[in-house]
């Protein structure tokens, strides 16, 4: 069965520094990850999938099959980075799995 | 374009009443989720389709049931409400196809089983 872990349920940094939220993940097949974010009174929203290697909002993620692990990566925080944080899995069977989220505090 | 709909948005139940969860998607999208949001332990899938009149399980199936009669309308009901099923309530649909990828979230449902 596949599971995503993430590791740290807060996270908390000043603006300016650099910022990792972990996500690593098991599944015997080929998955598509994704990070998603929700904001204070929003709806989760997409952040970034594997597949489509950009940047957004200045975010990265690289997949690491070797280490099943696909980390969230930001060179400098910002305060409006405040959010929680989900990284997410899609099997084979087009089920989406989430982790438990990582709540991300960026102080000034 | 509304997206997805969910109704109601809040609800109180007594332990062992019924209910229903209305999620409703304007996206012509194949997929469709029921998730449960609760602190500490993040999303987790209760059921979802693939298709309308197809339905699966996912990790927390027990005490839920569902059902996708129509392709835009996927509902999530609990036939005798427990107090472990007070939990804020996210449906979720997507395209099919290979990469079908980005989940469309709505606002979620707030429900406490007194």
């Known amino acids: 069965a596949q599971r995503v872990t993430q590791p740290e349920k807060l996270l908390s940094v000043f603006k300016g520094a650099p910022v990792e939220l972990k996500c690593n993940y098991s599944y015997s097949g080929s998955p598509e990850l994704f990070w998603y974010v929700q904001y204070s009174r929003q709806r989760l929203q997409l952040l970034l999938r594997?597949?489509s290697r950009e940047s957004i909002k200045g975010f990265t993620a690289d997949l690491n099959k070797g280490e099943t692990s696909f980390h969230l990566k930001k060179p400098f925080a910002q305060e409006e980075d405040s959010a929680m944080y989900y990284c997410?899995?899609?099997?084979?069977?087009?089920?989406?799995?989430f982790g438990a989220g990582t709540r991300l505090t960026v102080k000034p | 374009n509304a997206g997805v709909t969910q109704t109601p948005k809040f609800r109180v139940l007594k332990t062992g009443q019924s209910m229903t969860l209305l999620c409703a998607q304007d996206?012509?999208?194949?997929?469709m989720y029921w998730y449960r949001q609760d602190p500490g332990m993040g999303l987790r899938l209760i059921h979802y389709s693939v298709g309308e009149g197809t339905t699966a399980k996912g990790e927390v199936p027990d005490g839920y049931n569902v059902s996708r009669l129509k392709k835009q309308n996927f509902l999530l009901g609990l036939e005798s409400a427990a107090p472990s099923q007070t939990s804020v309530y996210f449906c979720?649909?997507?395209?099919?196809?290979?990469?079908?990828?980005?989940?469309?979230f709505g606002e979620g449902s707030r429900l406490t089983v007194l």
């Open positions: 594997h597949i």
């Open positions: 997410a899995l899609s099997g084979e069977v087009n089920d989406m799995r």
């Open positions: 996206m012509n999208h194949e997929y």
């Open positions: 979720a649909s997507r395209r099919s196809g290979a990469g079908a990828g980005e989940l469309f």
